[in-house]
């Protein structure tokens, strides 16, 4: 069965970095685009990325443009997300996602869409 396994969280310094991974097994990764989605304490999961199943096309929300960068492994069915330049804004738990795509409509950032998801892992950023 499909399963993705998520890594990489941690505590850290603002401006400091991480890169988070996820690896899924149980169907073909090349089907999928797939998202990374983060939850606040107290607050809803919202979108941070996504990437198109050939990696060739990326989205990003406002508050990490410019600092995050999804990419992804086919090969190894793994995607991942660099964080760069970390805010205490940023704390939260991090999921990856996965979600069937097609040419024609092969960005989503809701949540409700994404079939496959990951138990997350947290991030916490001190300033």
């Known amino acids: 069965q499909v399963q993705l396994a998520d890594a990489g969280g941690g505590s850290v310094q603002a401006g400091d970095s991480l890169k988070l991974s996820c690896v899924v097994s149980g169907t073909e990764f090349n089907m999928y685009a797939m998202g990374w989605f983060r939850q606040a304490p107290g607050k809803e999961r919202e979108f941070v990325a996504t990437?198109?199943?050939?990696?060739?096309?990326?989205k990003y929300a406002d508050p990490v443009m410019g600092r995050f960068t999804i990419s992804r492994d086919n090969a190894k069915k793994t995607v991942y997300l660099q964080m760069n330049a970390l805010k205490s804004d940023d704390t939260a738990v991090y999921y990856c996602a996965g979600r069937v795509a097609y040419s024609t409509r092969w960005y989503s950032a809701q949540s409700d869409e994404y079939r496959y998801w990951s138990q997350g892992t947290q991030v916490t950023v001190s300033s």
């Open positions: 990437i198109s199943r050939s990696g060739g096309m990326t």
